[in-house]
């Protein structure tokens, strides 16, 4: 796990250092271009949701296995079998959909899918020791890291993503800071170059799109 953290750290460093070189390469240029702002605001949508993920992810199976003795299948686990994985990929596509230029997100994908598949397939076959036939089932029934439309339409959502105020207790400082980041580093170039009557219409996208997170996790809640 450090070993996995210290490379994402170096990983991001990197990144940072080469868009502060390279900025009008790598950063989006704000125009009023009607798909600039649905790229914002749909990359905004899925750092929220994704963050929703990784905390009802982590919360469950913290809950749920205790030191990794029992196989967790319910849950986040029943949508796909690496929900926090899921959960950070949305996190950083949203992050790269905000303020990134479009082809930076293939980039991404490719870098994210290297540094975790390795990670995820030791992580599978150690579980496949461990639990044997019960885990080839589960993974006959469920798959990796993308779930299946079906299995969204039809399932409650609060069976598929529970949330407990304790488990997003620890990661609010986290997902706060991701938002509050984002919107300001979003919304002082927006301004710069549109003004702020011209940022209104975004800006209220932006509230709605909190206001939903705040009133799904509210619904998602569990005592």
Known sequence: MKKRLRLSGVLIFLATCLVLVFPKLFLRPDTLNPLNDISEVFGFALVLFGSLLRISGRG??????????????????????NPMYLGIAMIGLGIVLVLFRWWTSAIFILIFTLQYILLIFKEEKRLADKFGQEYKNYINSIPLILPKINTILTKDMRSILPLKLSWVKKEIGT?????????????????????????????FAFSLLIALFFMLTAYLRQE
């Open 60 to 81: 469950y199976k913290a809950e749920h296995s205790k030191e990794g003795k029992a196989l967790v299948k319910d849950g986040p686990y029943g949508l796909v079998r």
């Open 175 to 203: 997902v706060l800071g991701i938002i509050l980041g984002l919107l300001a580093l979003e919304s002082w170039e927006d301004i710069r170059v549109q003004g702020l009557a011209a940022y209104k219409e975004e800006l």
